[in-house]
Structures are given as C-alpha cells and as structure tokens.
T-cell receptor
Framework: EDKVVQSPLSLVVHEGDTVTLNCSYEVTNFRSLLWYKQEKKAPTFLFMLTSSGIEKKSGRLSSILDKKELSSILNITATQTGDSAIYLCAGPGGNYGGATNKLIFGTGTLLAVQP | NAGVTQTPKFRVLKTGQSMTLLCAQDMNHEYMYWYRQDPGMGLRLIHYSVGEGTTAKGEVPDGYNVSRLKKQNFLLGLESAAPSQTSVYFC????????????FGPGTRLTVT
C-alpha cells in the first residue's frame, strides 16, 4: 500500500532555531516528492524533488531527497513566527488506479514557532 | 487570475440534508481533485477527474458524488449528509504533464449536526 509518513507530528521551537522535518515514503514506482506549507487555509507549494542528493532552496527553506533511504528532509533555518504552519509531504501514488494522477499526502508536521 | 475558488466558504447542515460544493479554476487545468482534511488524518482524496466529463473514485468516496460537466468546474455533492462528513473540504487542480504540483482552493468548512 502506498504510504507517506511524516515526523515529528508536532514541534515547538523558538524564533531563530533551526528545524528539520522528516518525510519517508513507500510508493510504487517513485517519481517525485512534494512539500507544501499550510497556514490557516489552503496548502501552498514549496518544493518538488525528483533527483536524489540535489538540494532545493528557497530563502531560509531547503529540502533534499534520498532515494536510497526513501526519505526527504525539509530544513528551516533562523525560524520566524511566520513559519508556524502545518508542513505536508506528498508523493504521486495510490492503490486505486491511475497512480500517476494522484498525490498521497502524509499527515503533516505542525510547527509552532514561539517569539 | 483567481486560481482555484470554492463556494461556499462555510456551511452548516442538518443530518440528511443535501448540498453541492462548487470548485472553479481558471488555469485551464486538466486534472481536478476533491479532498477532505480532518485533524490527524492529513488530506484524503475523495474523487478526482482527469478531464471534462470524467470522474474517478479516490480513497474515501462513500457518501459523495461528483460531476465535471465543464473543464473549469468540479462539483462535489453530498446527497444525505452525516455527522461523519463534518470536515474541511479542499479542491485542487493540476496541469497535465510531468509536474505533479497541485494548486489548492481556500477550502470549505462543513459542519453536519
């Protein structure tokens, strides 16, 4: 069964800390892995990772994929209160046909950044 | 561009009532999706569509129906609402091709009493 697992489930840090969020996946015929940030409303896209070992970066956020370990990490440096959100990891898959058309989401990591 | 929009934003239903949630996208995307999000459960796919006139079941389709009569619209129907359908519903769309990035609407918070 295709599955995406995230850890930790929740995390509380102080402004300025660095955090690492984890995502592991078990999907048939891996294609790519996506990270989303969800604040109060809709998830917004952060990164899509396809190649192992190549870091993607956007400001203080970065992510890397390890195809051998079937995992990815999302790093946030010098955290700010505005980074408080649920971070979702997803991969194309599904056990109900047309696997390339759908994303399987993890349950997310709830990050709270305190001033 | 408005992107993906959803109507309504909030709704309260009594058990047994019916309703339709409307999703519209102006990006000419082929694929559209309906998810529900519950605490601790992540996003779960209800139904999806790979093009106008097509629909398919996702992970949790029971109690829901969908229609995609026009490419830009994807409707989610609840024929007889149950308290277990209290949730936040998100619509998403995606272009065909190698990117799997989905664009999400703002969500509809539905409460069934």
């Amino acid at each position: 069964e295709d599955k995406v697992v995230q850890s930790p489930l929740s995390l509380v840090v102080h402004e300025g800390d660095t955090v690492t969020l984890n995502c592991s996946y078990e999907v048939t015929n891996f294609r790519s892995l996506l990270w989303y940030k969800q604040e109060k409303k809709a998830p917004t896209f952060l990164f899509m990772l396809t190649s192992s070992g190549i870091e993607k970066k956007s400001g203080r956020l970065s992510s890397i994929l390890d195809k051998k370990e079937l995992s990815s990490i999302l790093n946030i440096t010098a955290t700010q209160t505005g980074d408080s959100a649920i971070y979702l990891c997803a991969g194309p898959g599904g056990n109900y046909g047309g696997a390339t058309n759908k994303l399987i989401f993890g349950t997310g990591t709830l990050l709270a950044v305190q001033p | 561009n408005a992107g993906v929009t959803q109507t309504p934003k909030f709704r309260v239903l009594k058990t047994g009532q019916s309703m339709t949630l409307l999703c519209a996208q102006d990006m000419n995307h082929e694929y559209m999706y309906w998810y529900r999000q519950d605490p601790g459960m992540g996003l779960r796919l209800i139904h999806y569509s790979v093009g106008e006139g097509t629909t398919a079941k996702g992970e949790v389709p029971d109690g829901y129906n969908v229609s995609r009569l026009k490419k830009q619209n994807f409707l989610l129907g609840l024929e007889s609402a149950a308290p277990s359908q209290t949730s936040v519903y998100f619509c998403a769309s995606r272009a065909s091709g190698v990117s799997y990035e989905q664009y999400f609407g703002p969500g509809t918070r539905l409460t069934v009493t």
